[in-house]
């Protein structure tokens, strides 16, 4: 498993395309909202999560196929179903390399997140990182169990928002809630519900791709 991360992670370090791609994409659609919404400095904290989220998600979609289209291209996926290894141990291997380039996508995304819309983040960086990792996992975890389903199919870059997006609309809420919270100074304790919502949902996506994947067909 570790050989797979480090594999897959050492192509993204030489390429760059995903992160790259991701970035531009994310940052497109922070100035498109920009650009379209007229939103008063008083009411920024109502608008604002919202758009972060739209961005992460929309942009994340097109990075979360990558990893099992590159073994596809690459004649490099019967050699992985052939090799003396646990399936779970692919799902699992793949899903950390996502949350990474996740993780570091939103990393590079904040500081224009925060200079688009004016805002001070740092005070609540703590508590905005731990959020934004708690829907990360989510997003990851139901992305990479997807993206192996859409493989397969001819239209997989439209098949795959179809299939993730109606699945991770409660935890997007959650995501978008709690995020607004924190921004407005509260403590992540005082989240209450949606702190409970995003762990479950973490919980519930990571344990149940993990366990669908060993059905799924990998062979098309």
């Avoid at 919404?37 to 109502?46: A, G, H, P, T």
């Avoid at 192996?148 to 199919?153: H, I, V």
Wanted: include cysteine.
């Amino acid at each position: 498993m570790f050989a797979l991360i480090r594999k897959d992670l050492l192509l993204e370090t030489r390429s760059k395309e995903t992160i790259a791609s991701l970035f531009l994409v994310g940052l497109l659609i922070l100035f498109i909202f920009i650009l379209s919404l007229n939103v008063e400095q008083s009411r920024v904290l109502e608008v604002a999560p919202g758009v972060l989220w739209a961005a992460i998600v929309l942009a994340s979609l097109l990075g979360l196929g990558r990893t099992f289209l590159i073994e596809r291209e690459n004649g490099c996926l019967a050699a992985l179903l052939l090799a003396p290894i646990d399936r779970s141990s692919i799902f699992l291997a793949k899903f950390l390399v996502n949350l990474l380039l996740m993780l570091t996508f939103e990393a590079l995304l904040l500081p224009a997140f925060a200079l688009f819309f004016a805002l001070d983040v740092l005070p609540a960086l703590p508590k905005l990182c731990t959020v934004l990792l708690a829907g990360s996992i989510g997003l990851a975890a139901a992305g990479t169990l997807f993206a192996l389903a859409a493989l397969n199919t001819r239209s997989r870059e439209l098949m795959l928002p179809v299939l993730v997006l109606p699945l991770e609309v409660p935890l997007l809420l959650a995501c978008v809630h709690a995020t607004e919270a924190v921004l407005r100074g509260a403590s992540l304790a005082s989240v209450g519900r949606w702190a409970v919502y995003l762990v479950g949902f973490d919980v519930l996506f990571v344990i149940s791709a993990w366990l669908m994947f060993e059905y799924l067909d990998l062979d098309g």
